[in-house]
């Protein structure tokens, strides 16, 4: 059934990508996005369309949609260290405000919602790989604290309106994501490394390099939030890759696909509160999303996103 759908932070990384799937399944989509990360670049491609709207809006703001909803996806955010660094105020309101006015119109119109969770909310994580009922070691007070706090309470406040409100809700916890469309400024390991190879520069590896991280190609992601989206699952659900990789490994997987002779060198800094160690445990994606798990490998969604980030670079 055609649904009408809203999407914070629709021109963003993440969101463009899943109002394309959205709307290759025959939904009509809005996209609402203030642009302080997000770019018209991602949604370009969409203008024209009768089932597509973009509205520029800052969501901690009053939101007014004209018409039915039948969904209200919130992936509004900063997502990125260097911009939640940079927008500390702006990372904490949209978590917090914007999640309030995104939750209040779902209220209003009736229509599910989806809060872009992060697994952020684990923090430097005592216990791996990260299962859903794991309550976190987070710093809150620490420089990231801006970023993992606004995810958390704005799942409190998800779950609040679902419990005393009787919102429709989902939460969807996401784990390192990666492809076209990625900012290659964002500060995050996949354009650092990829915009270094690609300019033949030795790719920068803080700390030993053997702290882990777990990627997952964004049209698996979209496969997942969407599965999620039709399913009754109202707590928390990871979403991510469980292959597990150091960042050394994945600098060299970078060099080998870009054939970078320039090789690696390290840098003794680590950034504060950058967690050592992150992979999801995904058997309740796998147990409630009709065996959900991911089907691009890593080294061919590097392929298309080298791709990608070519014309950006040169």
């Not at 973009?54 to 007014?64: A, G, L, Q, R, S």
């Not at 119109?109 to 684990?122: D, I, M, N, Q």
């Not at 060099?255 to 995904?282: C, L, M, W, Y």
């Not at 080294?299 to 070519?310: H, I, N, P």
Request: charged share 20%.
């Amino acid at each position: 059934m055609s649904m009408r759908i809203l999407i914070t932070g629709g021109a963003g990384f993440i969101g463009s990508h899943l109002g394309d799937r959205l709307l290759a399944e025959g939904h009509s989509v809005i996209a609402m996005d203030n642009l302080i990360t997000g770019s018209t670049r991602n949604i370009e491609h969409l203008a024209g369309r009768d089932d597509f709207l973009f509205i520029k809006h800052d969501v901690t703001n009053y939101i007014y949609i004209e018409g039915p909803l039948d969904a209200v996806l919130h992936f509004a955010s900063p997502a990125s260290p260097i911009d939640y660094l940079q927008l500390p105020i702006q990372t904490l309101k949209v978590g917090a405000l914007g999640t309030h006015k995104a939750l209040g119109l779902a209220k209003a119109k009736g229509a599910k919602f989806l809060l872009a969770s992060t697994s952020e909310v684990y923090g430097d994580p005592l216990v791996h790989p990260q299962v859903e009922s794991y309550a976190g070691n987070v710093d809150p007070v620490g420089p990231r604290g801006v970023y993992d706090e606004a995810k958390r309470f704005a799942e409190a406040m998800t779950m609040a309106y679902y419990r005393y409100h009787g919102v429709d809700t989902r939460i969807v916890r996401i784990f390192n994501t990666f492809g076209p469309r990625m900012r290659l400024n964002d500060g995050r390991v996949v354009p650092n490394f990829v915009a270094q190879a690609l300019k033949g520069q030795p790719l920068t590896v803080y700390g030993d390099g053997q702290q882990t991280r777990s990627f997952c190609y964004v049209a698996d992601l979209v496969e997942g939030v969407c599965r999620l989206l039709m399913s009754d699952e109202h707590l928390p659900t990871n979403i991510g890759n469980p292959r597990e990789m150091t960042i050394l490994e994945f600098a060299r997987l970078i060099n080998e696909i870009t054939h970078n002779p320039a090789g690696i060198v390290f840098e003794s800094k680590r950034i504060q509160g950058d967690p050592q160690t992150r992979r999801p445990d995904i058997s309740k994606a796998r147990r409630i999303l009709n065996n959900w798990e991911p089907q691009v490998e890593i080294e061919a969604g590097l392929r298309q996103t080298v791709d990608y980030f070519r014309n950006l670079v040169a």
